[in-house]
């Protein structure tokens, strides 16, 4: 398993925008496919996006394609989320997963990951 930190949550207001990231502790990073999923009090914690081993590769959630941009950077063993255009519903605790993976395929299911950080606060305000 990987340990995963994620930082960069806050409060914003609706419109606004904010970065997640998340440093991964562990060499072959590159192997590994990185994803953001969230949970809002009182719902099941849900997927937001995933980057694939490479980063050639991106699935998004309904809910924040076109709003959402998930990147990774390799060489520093970090993920990113950028998320524009912020709405209150996007508010959650925001967290971080990894799935070692074959170099073809791209995890987008909470069961598929078997690492994950403590989570990072995001609030919208209206």
């Known amino acids: 398993q990987v340990q995963l930190e994620e930082s960069g949550g806050g409060l914003v207001q609706a419109g606004g925008s904010l970065t997640l990231s998340c440093a991964a502790s562990r060499r072959a990073f590159n192997r590994l496919s990185m994803g953001w999923f969230r949970q809002a009090p009182g719902k099941e914690r849900e997927f937001v996006a995933v980057v694939s081993r490479g980063g050639g590769t991106t699935f998004y959630a309904d809910s924040v394609k076109g709003r959402f941009t998930i990147s990774r950077d390799n060489a520093k063993n970090s993920v990113s989320l950028q998320m524009n255009s912020l709405k209150p519903e996007d508010t959650a605790v925001y967290y971080c997963?990894?799935?070692?993976?074959?170099?073809?395929?791209?995890?987008?299911?909470?069961?598929?990951?078997?690492?994950w950080g403590q989570g990072t606060q995001v609030t919208v305000s209206s």
């Open positions: 997963a990894a799935k070692s993976t074959i170099l073809t395929y791209t995890p987008q299911q909470l069961h598929e990951f078997d690492s």
